[in-house]
Antibody
């Protein structure tokens, strides 16, 4: 059974750095073809893909947020960590971690098959 | 503004069929057969319903089907049921610069 769960602060102040942890089970990030990433959703708005880390430690970031994002993994702990710097109220959103499935070579995955429950992060002073 | 365009809302009566469109460009939907669809009930995480344009994951009802023509993908739900009422999002791989883009979401109301 594959599960993912996000953890981190629910409230951060503007300009602070957000650190979110995704703890997963049922698969290993050391297995070829496996990827885990982050997707966010502002209240009442659409989904937005943020970042992805591959089994071989390669990484990809949303072009619009690349300068603010860092994704890392701890394979021994089955965890993926996302940091986002210089938080702003517009970054208020539910942040989901999700496994990327259907590896199709290069940097490509076909879909996001398993999702965490999400964690709401509010940016406010 | 989302990269892929979906209607804000659609509705249908139980038993009817509805189709949700998802319009992109030649850089995303038009270039890759990597369109997926997600169902999201209020307060819940999205659930994968269709991948690679028209494939259904195990456990997803065959009332859900997908297709694509040019830069537009579509999700069709036949035999509408009350539990289908939810938000639906399309997503497409968009190449090695943009990676993945989502639609703005469509709220399905079952009348």
């Amino acid at each position: 059974q594959i599960t993912l769960k996000e953890s981190g602060p629910t409230l951060v102040k503007p300009t602070q750095t957000l650190t979110l942890t995704c703890t997963f089970s049922g698969f290993s990030l050391s297995t070829s073809g496996v990827g885990v990433g982050w997707i966010r959703q502002p209240p009442g708005k659409a989904l937005e893909w943020l970042a992805l880390i591959y089994w071989d430690d390669d990484k990809r970031y949303s072009p619009s947020l690349k300068s603010r994002l860092t994704i890392t993994k701890d394979t021994s702990k089955n965890q993926v960590v996302l940091t986002m710097t210089n938080m702003d109220p517009v970054d208020t959103a539910t942040y989901y971690c999700a496994s990327h499935g259907g590896y199709c070579g290069g940097d490509c995955y076909s879909f996001f098959d398993y999702w965490g429950q999400g964690t709401l992060v509010t940016v406010s002073s | 503004q989302s990269a892929l365009t979906q209607p804000a809302s659609v509705s249908g009566s139980p038993g009817q069929s509805i189709t949700i469109s998802c319009t992109g460009t030649s850089s995303d939907v038009g270039s890759y057969n990597l369109v997926s669809w997600y169902q999201q009930h209020p307060g819940k995480a999205p659930k994968l319903m269709i991948y690679e344009v028209s494939k259904r994951p195990s456990g997803v009802s065959n009332r859900f089907s997908g297709s694509k023509s040019g830069n537009t993908a579509s999700l069709t739900i036949s035999g509408l049921q009350a539990e289908d009422e939810a938000d639906y999002y399309c997503c497409s791989y968009a190449g090695s610069s943009t990676f993945w883009v989502f639609g703005g979401g469509t709220k399905l109301t079952v009348l």
